[in-house]
């Protein structure tokens, strides 16, 4: 009887959770969110961008291709160990004449004079033959020396 009143009590409570008026925001497919940002921006990797951190499981192909590299960028892409192995502990001037001018400089620590970051964008580097190029990689400087090297990856095929 008890178990009866307690299972009656929440299939009432559950229904009427399930007529509570929406909150105004739709449910939109991954495609009409790239359209609506390519009407508003017209910036196809931005809006590519949002879409996938709006709607991680969101499938690439609807949103058409990504972008290949032209051949001679693709034989400029070094292997990302090499890279590493090459600019650790190496100065500014020759980071610049190896990989070029960075796309940002950010300076990392106020309060300890001499860390600045630089970042670049465009693709550099990569894992292994065949697989992508790396989304950005960051090069830590501290008193004009590389200290660390980081990267992102690409994006995961879905």
């Known amino acids: 009887m008890r178990f009866l009143s307690l299972a009656i009590l ?4 559950l229904f009427r959770c399930s007529l509570v008026p929406g909150t105004g925001r739709e449910a939109k497919t991954p495609k009409q969110l ?9 910036d196809e990797a931005k809006c590519k961008n949002f879409v996938l951190k709006s709607i991680p499981d969101a499938d ?3 949103l058409g291709k990504q972008p290949e590299l ?8 070094r292997i990302r160990s090499e890279l590493v192995h090459s600019l650790l502990y190496q100065n500014q ?20 004079p001499g860390m600045e970051e630089w ?3 465009r693709p550099i580097c990569k894992y292994a033959e065949g697989s992508r190029p790396d ?3 960051r090069i830590r400087f501290q008193r004009g020396a590389v200290v660390k090297v980081l990267h992102t990856p690409p994006d995961p095929l879905r």
């Open 10 to 13: 929440l299939s009432t409570l």
């Open 34 to 42: 790239f359209e609506e940002c390519m009407s508003t921006f017209s």
């Open 60 to 62: 690439i192909d609807l």
């Open 70 to 77: 032209a051949d001679e960028a693709k034989a400029k892409l």
């Open 93 to 112: 001037l020759y980071v610049k004449n190896q990989i070029g001018e960075p796309d940002e400089k950010m300076t990392i620590n106020n309060w300890a």
């Open 119 to 121: 970042v670049y964008f």
């Open 135 to 137: 989304k950005e990689i």
